[in-house]
């Protein structure tokens, strides 16, 4: 079930990019860029996934997006049936034929490359071969409603959009009310991929992978997503939180091979986590992940991994987790610093000596209790993982009167910390820092970064060919 929100962003998105690309979709044979944008955002069904060999494939990392010459991702991390962990690059094609058309086995740039993905394979493939066409989340003209054909390109130099006229020359309430539609937008597209991994791992299985995403922070997303996915599994037949631990830090390969120089209280705990974790009989066989999955460098001590696993690890030992949290979503409270308050309590009010003085096993203890989850990943969590977790659950439970709580404290939640991305956005777009006045809110921070995403990142950095400033022309045109 759900309700039909009339808004100015939905209409102008649909306007600029559905009927161009349902002419796209009547085709045979999708364009390169939309397979290459499926494999961005790993829109494939995870289980089963097999090479043409019929080799089981898991897909730890797939690689970071190369806009210059040579395979199309870069450092892709990939586990194939019967090998251990491979790094290397995906190239992207049409067909299996282009491997060789392309003269890529000639090429050096190639010589990298571990996954050959194509839409098609014609005949027996030279290299690991995934065919996309098989394994797909969702039908092409779908696919080309999410996303159309989204490429990250590297942000140009800090030069004004041609939206950024056009926009200003709106008033201020219709600024706002443009970045609020955008937003809801954003909560909506969150909402839906939690309800497609929903079907295949559950409504509790789905919170978990985002949950550790989000714990993971840009640099150790996937990694973490890749844990979170097992999560279930991985907190089964243990008693204690650092049971618990122990085997997350296991299966993330995080455990350190040495003895760390944390300090006496470090040692102790190192020495109980790998003698638990060698013993542990559940996961005598298992494969964790291989420690190069991870980057640890130039990340600040509280985002590390160990500290975030730590922390996960008392959400898997509360049976009543999940169910807390739509608790969370019922209750009333005076007003936003009170149910903020309230889901912190739930998410990381924990009592951890170790891990409330330590980044790390290595590193020495602080004077000073540190919180396991602070504001700006807290904010992280919430909007990314547990907001669009309730609001769909609710929606698909047909309870309105949660949706439109949820959704609400989606709106109210308090602007996130600032970023790259961000900065840029309100450069290009909007007034600069003088705009910091329209994103007070993550929720509009959500929205603007979804304009971005819509738009800034399917055209260069002179915006040609971009759609959204004549849009937003014609909205200035109908605005009273």
Request: aromatic share 8%.
């Amino acid at each position: 079930m759900s309700w039909e929100v009339p808004s100015l962003y939905s209409e102008l998105r649909a306007r600029a990019f559905d009927s161009a690309f349902l002419r796209e979709a009547e085709g045979e044979t999708p364009p390169e860029r939309l397979l290459q944008a499926a494999w961005a955002h790993q829109r494939l069904r995870k289980s089963p996934l097999a090479t043409t060999d019929g080799r089981a494939l898991e897909i730890l990392h797939p690689g970071f997006w190369n806009r210059e010459a040579g395979p199309d991702f870069q450092d892709a991390l990939i586990r194939r049936q019967g090998d251990s962990a491979a790094r290397g690059d995906v190239e992207i094609d049409l067909r299996s034929s282009g491997w060789r058309a392309h003269r890529h086995r000639d090429n050096p740039r190639y010589s990298r490359v571990i996954l050959h993905v194509v839409w098609a394979a014609e005949s027996a493939p030279e290299l690991p071969t995934l065919v996309l066409a098989d394994h797909l989340d969702a039908p092409i003209a779908e696919l080309f409603r999410w996303h159309g054909s989204p490429s990250w390109n590297p942000w140009s130099p800090p030069t004004s959009g041609q939206c950024r006229m056009p926009l200003q020359s709106l008033p201020d309430a219709a600024q706002a009310a443009l970045i609020r539609d955008a937003a809801r937008v954003r909560l909506e597209a969150r909402g839906q991929r939690l309800l497609r991994a929903a079907r295949w791992q559950g409504w509790i299985g789905a919170l978990w992978a985002f949950a550790f995403r989000a714990l993971g922070y840009k640099q150790n997303a996937w990694p973490m997503q890749w844990i979170g996915e097992q999560a279930a599994h991985l907190g089964k037949g243990l008693d204690s939180v650092e049971r618990t631990q122990a085997r997350l830090l296991g299966m993330a390969n995080l455990l350190p091979e040495h003895p760390p120089r944390g300090g006496e209280a470090a040692l102790d705990l190192w020495e109980r986590y790998s003698t638990w974790w060698r013993r542990d009989s559940t996961f005598a066989r298992a494969q964790p992940l291989p420690r190069s999955a991870w980057q640890l460098h130039h990340i600040r001590p509280a985002n590390h991994p160990q500290r975030r696993l730590a922390l996960a690890a008392h959400w898997l030992m509360n049976p009543r987790w999940a169910e807390g949290l739509e608790q969370w979503s019922r209750e009333s409270h005076p007003g936003r610093r009170e149910w903020i308050a309230s889901l912190r309590e739930r998410l990381c009010d924990h009592a951890d000596p170790f891990w409330r003085r330590h980044w790390t096993l290595r590193s020495s203890p602080a004077e000073e209790d540190r919180a396991l989850l602070g504001r700006a990943r807290l904010t992280d969590v919430a909007m990314n993982a547990i907001l669009p977790w309730l609001w769909m659950r609710a929606i698909e439970g047909g309870d309105r009167a949660v949706a439109d709580t949820v959704e609400s404290r989606y709106f109210e939640w308090p602007a996130a910390q600032d970023n790259a991305v961000l900065r840029l956005a309100r450069h290009r777009l909007l007034q600069g820092e003088a705009s910091r006045s329209l994103l007070k809110t993550a929720a509009a921070q959500q929205g603007l970064l979804q304009i971005v995403s819509d738009f800034c990142e399917h055209s260069d950095a002179l915006c040609n060919d971009c759609p959204f400033p004549e849009h937003v022309r014609q909205l200035h045109g109908a605005s009273p």
